[in-house]
């Protein structure tokens, strides 16, 4: 590994180690209070709390324009390349262009809250609650932009803090209003209040860190004009296949209320609120891969970028595919434990959806991220076009056929399809593969493991949650034993993950124990191999 690719993948997974404990710390934040607001204010005022953030969200959904992803890629790509002047320019103009569009979408939402209301939302006694989302519209946009930023400059710790920080808030301004009495409005103004507090905090913060890492704009060539076109047209493909993936919904949407029965669909939102299970580690895989290509030159460097390309997938499916196979194993267990027995479809959706995660083996969790890492954003448009089509034909006649299970059938088709499709293309163009040998290693070690799990949950008598603790822990020692002995962990991914990890003081802490007993299954294993005369 040379040096180049060894101190960008530390980076890299500094950041996502980073990352993934912020997650966790916010989901657990988010979860606790949305459960607190939703008894404290009720299923009605509860959807109307709900229902008041749609536009503000809505706007700041449609108005990004894929600038973000632009500041990304940009900052990440022209601080490997010595141009820290016109990075620190491209941050400047990104709060300049990010600001003004926000004052221009808060002028819509203050002069047509009333409108909005009545014939977006049907509910005209929500007009002032929409009006004031001005400052969601605002100030969200300022701390997307603040996230943006930290991840194009590889300070990914700091996401950590501000995520924090607006969860935190949000709960407890949202808890404390509605203690005073202020009812779903108190929730409302809890929320607009973190973004304020977490935006504000992101700006200060981001300033201090340009003083640290960037040389000041003055003298740079780079004008508003040019960063805007730069951003645009970069940005705009992205922001486009967003737009799809809401019509994509808006469609799923649409074929549930026709041809879905409402137990059904309760069933369905159960399950599907579990995705938080893989988004605590698939978001900060992604968020760090992104940065990562983008400091890489992908014709110069093309073996590098290859090369990468597969351990990245590789080792992202060490972690997914394992977590997916438990998941599976225990779905039933979960949706019982959270929500209860009423909810007995919810386990069978459960085990179906989280099938798509266990594509992390052709590059599900790597592929965009890379694409738009080496500056390829029409590719991932095209994939999402591709995902939009075939999802358009195949739901809704599965979906009248089968209900549920037809829509996630159609989910994992379209989803299978675009996404090899995605691949083989970028391999045609990047020259970028997997090691397929290494995969079904994997895949065979995660289902071995799900063995002794699959007895504790029909065998063991245990209780619900014991079941839950006792089945992780059996399936982690029996994956981490298998690894080594099928070949899906060998001496030199221990080697690496030393590398990487060795001046991660958190991150080392954690996996030097693991590492330690696979490199003592490795040697065992190695020892046993008859030797070649």
């Known amino acids: 590994m040379s040096e180049k690719i060894l101190r960008i993948t530390e980076i890299s997974v500094r950041g996502s180690t980073s990352l993934f404990f912020g997650g966790i710390f916010q989901t657990v934040v988010l979860a606790v209070g949305s459960i607190i607001v939703a008894r404290m204010l009720g299923p009605s005022d509860y959807g109307l709390y709900a229902i008041a953030l749609v536009v503000p969200t809505l706007l700041v959904s449609l108005t990004d324009l894929g600038l973000n992803h632009a500041m990304i890629y940009l900052l990440a790509k022209w601080r490997e390349e010595g141009r820290t002047r016109s990075a620190s320019r491209i941050l400047e103009f990104g709060l300049a262009i990010r600001l003004l569009v926000g004052l221009a979408s808060s002028l819509f939402i203050i002069m047509w809250a009333d409108t909005l209301a009545v014939y977006l939302l049907n509910r005209p006694e929500l007009a002032n609650l929409v009006r004031i989302g001005f400052v969601i519209v605002i100030f969200e946009g300022v701390f997307n932009w603040a996230f943006a930023a930290f991840i194009g400059l590889d300070r990914m710790g700091m996401n950590a803090i501000l995520g924090g920080v607006l969860s935190a808030v949000k709960v407890v301004a949202s808890i404390g209003l509605i203690l005073l009495g202020f009812g779903f409005a108190g929730a409302v103004v809890g929320v607009l209040f973190s973004f304020f507090v977490a935006g504000t905090a992101g700006v200060l ?8 890492t960037c040389t000041p704009s003055l003298g740079s060539t780079l004008g508003f004009k ?15 296949g967003s737009v799809i993936d809401v019509a994509v919904g808006q469609l799923e949407f649409v074929l549930l209320a026709y041809f879905v029965s409402n137990l059904e669909i309760g069933n369905f939102h159960v399950a599907s609120n579990f995705a938080v299970l893989f988004t605590t580690i698939t978001v900060p895989i992604t968020s760090a891969i992104f940065p990562m290509f983008s400091k890489f030159n992908p014709e110069s460097e093309a073996s590098d970028v290859a090369g990468v390309f597969a351990a990245a997938t590789k080792y992202a499916s060490l972690l997914v595919v394992p977590t997916a196979a438990l998941v599976i194993v225990l779905s039933q267990k979960l949706v019982y434990a959270v929500y209860g027995p009423s909810y007995d479809l919810a386990p069978l959706f459960l085990s179906m959806a989280t099938i798509y995660f266990l594509y992390s083996g052709i590059g599900s969790t790597i592929l965009v991220g890379f694409l738009r890492g080496v500056g390829q954003t029409r590719l991932p448009l095209v994939i999402v076009v591709v995902n939009a089509l075939a999802f358009g034909a195949a739901a809704p006649m599965l979906t009248y056929m089968y209900g549920i299970k037809g829509l996630i059938a159609a989910s994992l088709i379209s989803s299978f399809v675009s996404l090899l499709y995605g691949f083989l293309k970028a391999r045609a163009t990047y020259g970028v ?9 994997i895949y065979v070690s995660a289902g071995l493991s799900t063995l002794p799990v699959l ?7 245990l209780s619900i949650l014991m079941t839950l603790i006792v089945g992780g822990f059996v399936y982690l020692a029996a994956y981490l034993t298998m690894c080594p002995i099928i070949g899906a962990v060998r001496d030199q991914d221990i080697h690496t993950l ?9 991150g080392w802490q954690l996996l030097s124990l693991p590492l330690a007993y696979e490199a003592k299954l490795c040697s065992i294993v190695s020892s046993l191999r008859p030797r070649r005369l």
């Open 205 to 212: 913060l981001l300033l201090t860190e340009m003083r640290k």
């Open 226 to 240: 040019d960063s805007l076109r730069t951003m645009v047209g970069y940005g705009f493909p992205i922001h486009v």
């Open 433 to 441: 593969w997997v090691d397929g040998a290494a995969q079904a290693r």
């Open 455 to 461: 007895l504790v949950v029909h065998f063991s008598g």
């Open 498 to 506: 030393r590398l990487i990890f060795r001046r991660i003081r958190f």
